[in-house]
């Protein structure tokens, strides 16, 4: 019997849902033009009409505005908060999204954008089985982040009960005493959660916990099968930000749901000039949509995300929604070039993960790119852990890593068969990588190229 949180919306047909999303791309265009300092300047130094955008493919008329837009204006880039799109009086929440450099982006939160993320997140608990007998630890952070606090309010929603841990190392205690039937965190700390749970002599396998909810960072399908099957149970992606952008996998496991109806997300080629088609891997652009009458502390429209991402289908999925399904996003800042292709942290977390390198391996790495000793020559050296690894299968493991790697990629294959492109994969005992050293979520693909 399938379940749904707004099942009106949720089921939509796509024509009824392009109106309606149509209607609230006016709606919120105007609100735009009319209450944000910033969209009222964008749209005059841009000749732009606000009247003349009536549909989303009008979007594309539009220039792409990035963190950085943000950023240039607000305090000290200009003296007051250009963004912000209502009366004090009105803003609930200030937020801040942790950039990686300079001055953190402000979000300001009406009560009203608390609701719809909310919603949000209610809609996906639900297409993912949820409901009122489940028990959540939430390891995402409370605080300046909308994730862990826009979970707990859809909690509340759905009549869920919440275990605000906001960090993945509480005891086991927790497991035993409260029996959680869900834990909400990244691949990584669950993962770690997992050894820690086994060597305090708990079997997650045997545990209450019936799902798992992973989210904050892209991860390969092969690190996901390993978690879900050492668990015991499904682990579903959620993708989630303070801009806005809050799609999750349903049950049926085929592709991320968009909520197309408060959140419009076009996908752009890479120079950011069209709209590429459906199947095809572009860049994220969000654009918040507004409900008639609605209040919006900070609007976004046509803004990059900065992930790339591909549609996986605008038809009804086998659940019963109707909302577009897209792929697990990936950050544009872990993806680096070599040799005329992309090759992305996840890739390398995908070589890792390999089913049979798993029964050597804990799943930590981290991997560097850098010059060779001849010239032209590069090297990637990828660094994991295990307790006990002999010669032969360190020497599997990088055979099954580079398979893996090399696998679509016939120009580095080229390469690598030429000698141009060379892996070393190294093996240190647990707990022995660089990266746990750093504060923060470590980067696990540096690139040392000059
Ligand atoms: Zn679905």
């Not at 379940?3 to 609100?31: C, G, M």
Request: proline share 4%; hydrophobic share 35%; net charge negative.
């Amino acid at each position: 019997m399938p379940s749904f949180y707004n099942p009106e919306i949720e089921t939509k047909d796509r024509s009824s849902l392009d109106t309606l999303i149509d209607e609230r791309v006016r709606y919120t265009i105007r609100y735009a033009y009319d209450r944000s300092a910033f969209y009222r300047h964008w749209f005059s130094e841009n000749g732009i009409n606000p009247d003349e955008i009536r549909v989303h493919e009008d979007l594309l008329s539009l220039p792409v505005i990035s963190g950085r837009t943000i950023r240039e204006h607000q305090p000290p880039g200009t003296p007051d908060f250009q963004f912000l799109s209502t009366d004090w009086r009105n803003v609930f929440t200030i937020q801040e999204t942790s950039g990686t450099s300079g001055t953190p982006k402000s979000f300001f939160l009406t009560w009203d954008d608390w609701k719809r993320y909310a919603e949000k997140y209610a809609r996906s608990f639900v297409s993912q089985g949820f409901g009122p007998e489940d028990r959540v630890v939430v390891c995402a952070s409370y605080g300046m982040n909308v994730g862990a606090n826009t979970m707990t309010l859809a909690a509340q929603r759905l009549g869920m009960t919440i275990i605000p841990f906001g960090k993945c190392d509480f005891s086991s205690r927790i497991i035993t005493s409260y029996r959680p039937t869900a834990i909400v965190g990244s691949v990584f700390k669950l993962l770690r959660l997992y050894r820690r749970l086994e060597h305090e002599g708990i079997r997650p396998k045997e545990s209450s916990v019936i799902r798992l909810v992973a989210g904050g960072e892209s991860f390969a399908d092969e690190s996901r099968a390993y978690l879900a099957e050492i668990w015991g149970c499904p682990v579903y992606n959620t993708y989630g930000s303070t801009e806005g952008t809050m799609c999750g996998e349903c049950t049926e496991l085929a592709g991320l749901h968009v909520p197309e109806d408060l959140v419009h997300l076009d996908i752009y080629d890479p120079e950011m000039k069209t709209f590429v088609y459906d199947g095809n891997c572009g860049r994220a652009v969000l654009t918040t949509l507004l409900p008639e009458g609605s209040k919006a502390g900070t609007l976004l429209l046509n803004y990059d995300t900065e992930d790339v991402t591909t549609v996986v289908s605008r038809l009804p999925c086998a659940c019963g929604r109707t909302h577009m399904r897209i792929v697990n996003p990936q950050r544009e800042s872990e993806t680096i070039h070599i040799f005329g292709t992309t090759m992305n942290r996840v890739d390398v977390e995908a070589g890792v993960f390999q089913y049979d390198n798993m029964q050597f391996l804990n799943g930590e790495y981290e991997a560097f790119l850098s010059e060779g000793s001849s010239r032209n020559e590069i090297v990637l050296q990828v660094n994991v852990e295990s307790t006990d690894v002999d010669p032969v299968n360190r020497r599997l493991i990088e055979e099954r890593f580079v398979e893996r790697l090399l696998k679509h990629r016939r120009e580095l294959a080229q390469r690598y068969a030429d000698h141009r492109f060379s892996v070393i994969v190294n093996v240190v005992g647990e707990g022995g990588l660089g990266l746990h050293k750093l504060k923060g979520r470590p980067k696990r693909l540096v690139d040392r190229r000059a």
